[in-house]
């Protein structure tokens, strides 16, 4: 348990994990089917891993009753590594051990991304699988750059928060996919928000790949708008 996973040093299979499986209760509802820059935002994040050269299988975790038109979602984008749907779980750590229990015996790396983050590209992908490549895992994160305060009961400032070292955690997450398994049944308690906070519990040393293009998760009903701009932006400057 206090020791990190090994190197993956030979890696021959990578495959992607894409948890939606939420209630999307902050966003007040659903979120992951609606458009965003002519698709919707779930087929935003399975093309991001569809183009990524190394990544050799997906599997979409989706709320349950919902598998289906999750699928379906995938099948109009053209989506050819999809090789599951799961259904989630009730925590975002079942409903990750259920997509790890679902992949491919092969696979030896696997990137977990939150499918309400449409912003990820091939080449954050690809970083963050290198260097899980080399060391065992890695997780895509951005220094923070805000000012940061503590405050009280009643919301008011008690006191300034050194930001040195402070970086704010995205997705993808990449780890060895049979260590992590074993790491998330093993952990009986806690309701984890990312597999960072379990491997950190562990031990682990874990890589942040730093990130500073775009990488927003979709939360609220503003963060739509946001990432339609971003995303026509990309298109434009891919057209050119």
């Known amino acids: 348990m206090g020791s990190s996973p090994p190197p993956a040093s030979a890696v021959t299979e990578c495959a992607a994990i894409l948890v939606g499986g939420g ?15 002519g698709l ?3 087929a935003w994040s399975l093309l991001a ?10 599997v979409l975790v989706a709320p349950k009753g919902r598998e289906e038109e999750f699928r379906a979602i995938a099948i109009a984008a053209g989506i050819s ?8 779980g009730s925590y975002r750590k079942e409903s990750v051990e259920r997509g790890l229990q679902a992949l491919p015996p092969c696979v ?20 963050c699988l290198e260097i899980a490549g080399a060391v065992g895992a890695s997780a895509a994160a951005v220094p923070v750059s805000d000012t940061l305060h503590l405050a009280d009961q009643e919301g008011c400032a008690v006191k300034t928060i050194d930001r040195s070292g402070l970086w704010a955690m995205q997705t993808p ?12 049944l093993e952990q009986a308690h806690g309701k984890p928000t990312d ?14 790949v730093e990130n500073l293009e775009p990488n927003l998760k979709i939360t609220w009903p503003s963060d739509l708008a946001v990432a339609e701009a971003l995303l026509r932006d990309r298109e434009r400057q891919n057209e050119k």
């Open 195 to 208: 597999e960072v906070s379990v491997a950190l519990a562990a031990g682990w040393r874990i890589p942040f």
């Open 108 to 127: 030896d790396l696997v990137a977990i991304h939150d499918a309400a983050r449409p912003l990820v590209t091939p080449s954050l992908i690809t970083r």
């Open 40 to 42: 919707p935002v779930l």
């Open 23 to 37: 209630s999307g209760s902050r966003f007040g509802g659903d979120k992951l089917a609606l458009p965003v820059a």
């Open 173 to 184: 997450q990449v780890f060895r996919a049979v260590p992590l398994l074993k790491l998330l």
């Open 81 to 88: 590594k999809l090789t599951s749907v799961v259904t989630g």
């Open 49 to 58: 891993f569809e183009q990524t050269s190394s990544i050799s299988s997906i």
